[in-house]
């Protein structure tokens, strides 16, 4: 490997444990605001389901990730603008305590970097076009299961003393945190895997399959879980508090909810290959959990402010990652 690949790749790997990092509110959140678990065990439990999920899944979205792109247009200046711009985004959004997607932010970095080097036809139109229409879809889905589970739960619950319904959704927590857990890892690792592979293909050291998903490397599957874990096992807890105390105040059945509601979708895109937002989808999910009892129990005013993330987090990765790429070509880096 040469110096520039091995950069790249420690770049990727650096991105990908601040997505650890920056998303750790995706998968605690819920059970840290419900104080089922503490912090400090949370972050444990939510590593250790981010790192086995490459046991249960299937590398499609580190497949479709990795031919977004041209081929014939990645280079390695490229994959480091674009993930400089994803980066730069995720510290950014997590000084603000925004909960946005690192998946949109890697995405937009690396789209800007390559229409500032070949123009708008370099992109895979059809993927990014079911990435951003997953962009509505994965809030809407996780926001529609948490509403039907909710109202079915408290069909079933709703007559039996509060204290006991605690009791027992305490314990269904760690199960329901765990799946979602190990939905993240499935999803967001696995964007870090494309960007490797996309790497080592501009280099010649890795050849996409030409039908159905190609076969990752081992090394490059059990480093992106790595790394995504220790992120997570770090923490984000300015996030954290967004997510889980000020969208809704949550219970412990809520919590069981939001989370069941937020894994089932990240199941679903993972096995259809597509790249979805952790973010989008448990915020969703918990929307969906808070305004089954009344609408008041929401604030709208913070779900507004997210959302307001979420449509720049695109645009403003793309910026980064294309000034990054004008940058880099302007001192004489080759790309």
């Known amino acids: 490997m040469s110096a520039g690949l091995i950069a790249i790749i420690v770049l990727a790997l650096a991105f990908d444990f601040i997505n650890g990092f920056h998303d750790a509110a995706n998968s605690i959140a819920t059970v840290v605001s419900t104080r ?3 912090p400090r065990v949370a972050v444990v439990w939510a590593a250790v389901f981010n790192f086995i999920a490459f046991l249960v899944f299937e590398t499609r979205v580190a497949s479709n990730i990795a031919k977004g792109v041209d081929p014939q247009v990645v280079t390695l200046t490229l994959i480091a603008a674009g993930l400089t711009g994803a980066i730069i985004w995720d510290l950014l959004t997590w000084w603000w305590a925004l909960p946005t997607s690192s998946s949109h932010a890697l995405l937009g970095g690396l789209a800007g970097a390559a229409i500032v080097k070949a123009g708008f036809a370099s992109l895979d139109g059809p993927f990014f076009l079911k990435t951003a229409a ?3 879809l994965s809030p809407a889905l996780g926001m529609l299961l948490a509403i039907g589970v909710m109202r079915g739960l408290i ?5 039996k003393p509060p204290g006991r319904v605690d009791r027992i959704f305490r314990h269904l927590q760690l199960v329901s945190a765990a799946l979602y857990s190990l939905g993240h890892g499935g999803n967001d690792a696995q964007k870090t895997m494309g960007i490797i592979v996309a790497a080592l293909a501009a280099q010649g050291l890795f050849q996409h399959a030409t039908a159905g998903h190609s076969a990752i490397p081992l090394w490059v599957v059990l480093s992106c879980h790595a790394a995504m874990g220790l992120g997570t096992m770090s923490g984000g ?8 105390m000020r969208i809704t105040k949550l219970t412990p ?7 069941t509601s937020g894994a089932s979708s990240l199941f679903l895109a993972t096995m259809l290959g597509v790249p979805v937002s952790t973010t989008h989808t448990i915020t969703g999910a918990i929307v969906g959990t808070g305004s089954v009892r009344k609408l008041s129990a929401v604030r709208w005013g913070v779900a507004g402010r997210i959302v307001w993330g979420w449509v720049l ?3 403003g990765s793309a910026a980064i990652g294309g000034i990054t790429y004008l940058i880099a070509r302007a001192i004489g880096i080759p790309g």
């Open 237 to 244: 807890w300015r996030i954290v508090r967004t997510m889980g």
């Open 253 to 259: 059945v809520g919590g069981f909810c939001a989370e």
């Open 36 to 38: 089922v678990l503490s």
């Open 155 to 159: 069909f079933w619950f709703g007559s």
């Open 134 to 136: 997953f962009i509505v």
């Open 313 to 315: 987090t695109v645009p």
